[in-house]
C-alpha cells in the first residue's frame, strides 16, 4: 500500500488550465513559461497568452503544487517544478474525496450508497476492509 506522502498542497482545489499545466510538467520535469506555452499550443486550435501560462503557474506554485527556481545562467528566467508527483496527488486527492464523502454522509447514507454500487466496486471494497484490517492488526503488533 502506498502511504499518502508527508507533504501535501495547501489548496488542493484546481481549474482545468492549471490541471493541463500540471501534467505537462509532470510529462516534462522542470518546465519555463516558454516550454509549457509551446507545448499546449502544438495544438493548433488553441489559443492562450504567454502571460496566461505565467498567471497558472504563479497561482500553482502559491497553491503549493509547484516550486519556483530562477534558472543560474539564463538571467531572468524561471523553473518549476511539480512538489508532488502524479501519483501522489491522485492519492491526496481521492483521500480528500473519500473525507469530504463520508463527513456528509451518516452510516445509513454510507450503506445506501454502497447498496447501489456493482458487483466488481463491491469486491473492491472488500479487499479494501480486508487490506485495512491486516494494516491496523500489524499496527497493534508494533504497539
Request: glycine share 4%.
Amino acid at each position: 500500500m502506498t502511504p499518502l506522502p508527508n507533504y501535501r498542497p495547501h489548496k488542493m482545489s484546481l481549474g482545468n488550465l492549471e490541471k493541463e499545466i500540471l501534467a505537462i510538467i509532470w510529462q516534462l520535469g522542470k518546465v519555463t513559461v516558454k516550454d509549457v506555452h509551446d507545448r499546449i499550443l502544438t495544438d493548433p486550435n488553441r489559443e492562450l497568452a504567454y502571460t496566461s501560462v505565467t498567471t497558472v503557474l504563479r497561482r500553482l506554485t502559491e497553491k503549493g503544487w509547484l516550486v519556483c527556481q530562477k534558472q543560474e545562467k539564463k538571467g531572468r528566467a524561471f523553473q518549476w517544478e511539480a512538489k508532488v508527483s502524479r501519483h501522489q496527488a491522485q492519492s491526496l486527492q481521492a483521500y480528500d474525496h473519500l473525507n469530504k464523502f463520508l463527513a456528509v454522509g451518516n452510516a445509513e447514507m454510507v450503506a445506501a450508497f454502497a447498496d447501489q454500487l456493482d458487483n466488481a466496486s463491491l469486491e473492491q471494497i472488500e479487499k479494501i476492509a480486508a487490506k485495512l484490517k491486516v494494516i491496523r492488526q500489524q499496527r497493534e503488533e508494533q504497539h
